[in-house]
């Protein structure tokens, strides 16, 4: 992770929930009153997101010191411990509420994907994320799908060019909407376009796409579509696909299969943190 970014990011959480102070902690708790916090895991799953303890708690207070026991990407059994943080006990305490909302949230999209990418079992077909992400975390849910064993899409509008059904439509033709496209951007930024039938996907082969998405297509559609696309080209398959369905998409060939469910769906990793 971008690690200004990630200061940034939690610098803005903690204003929004600390606002002017913590009036608990503060005034229940001296300055010189120290002590030991444990996080630890409540349920199995996949780590993602434990460099927020450390820098989360950096930006709270110097003098707290955090040592990990986990790493992202690493599996954590029920009753683990994976972090200890020792300082003064108010600005652990203000801290705690932020640094677990965002532990547990990448720890469970890490975990999400991680269970897609076993039930695949693939050693071509690869799964990736969309832009459905939660406004302001899309960095840290994105790298929690990698932290899985994903892959990332697009990050944004900016970075890659994907020609959907209403591009299409406006615009009158695949065709047209790729030409339109290869007018105005360099060799460096690759185009992509939804398709839903044979014609559309013969057509996207003809106008050159770079890689060609099958949308809401049943697995034996996906597997006729990827017969027609020469393998210079990538494939993508997305929409209506789910966990019980997963292994049928992986078995057609596709290159890609992304999953909005791993950002939008996730539940979060059961992860507590408490005082010694």
């Known amino acids: 992770m971008n690690q200004l970014k ?11 929930d600390i606002g002017e102070r913590d009036i608990t902690s503060e005034t229940i708790f001296l300055d010189n009153e120290w002590a030991t ?7 199995d799953g996949v780590l993602a997101g434990m460099d927020i303890i450390t820098t989360g708690y950096h930006l709270l207070h110097s003098h707290i010191n955090v040592t990990l026991y986990k ?24 801290g705690e509420r932020v640094i677990l909302n965002l532990l547990q949230r990448m720890s469970g999209i890490a975990t999400l994907t991680h269970q897609a990418v076993t039930i695949l079992n693939s050693s071509h077909t690869r ?10 975390l899309r960095m840290l849910e994105k790298y929690a799908v990698v932290c899985g064993g994903g892959y990332n899409h697009r990050f944004g509008l900016y970075d ?7 591009h299409i439509a406006f615009c009158g033709s695949i065709t047209k909407a790729v030409q339109a496209v290869r007018k105005k951007l360099g060799h460096m930024v690759k185009v992509e376009v939804e398709t839903e039938t044979k014609e559309q996907v ?17 697995p034996d559609e996906v597997r006729e579509f990827v017969s027609l696309v020469p393998k210079s080209i990538v494939t993508e398959a997305s929409g209506g696909i789910t966990l019980e369905n997963l292994a049928e998409y992986g078995a057609t060939g596709v290159d890609y299969i ?13 992860i507590s943190f408490n005082l010694q």
């Open 6 to 16: 990630l200061q940034q990011l939690l610098q803005q959480f903690f204003i929004e």
């Open 37 to 43: 916090g444990t996080f630890t895991a409540k349920e």
């Open 71 to 94: 790493r992202d990407g690493e599996q954590v059994k029920k009753g683990e411990v994976i972090a200890i943080a020792s300082g003064p006990v108010a600005p652990l305490l203000t």
């Open 127 to 136: 799964i990736c994320d969309t832009r459905k992400t939660t406004p302001g």
């Open 160 to 166: 890659g060019v994907m020609i959907k059904d209403n």
């Open 202 to 218: 013969l057509e996207a082969v003809q106008a050159g796409a770079d890689v060609i998405m099958f949308d809401n297509r049943t």
């Open 258 to 270: 992304s999953l909005g469910m791993l950002t939008h769906s996730a539940a979060a990793l059961d």
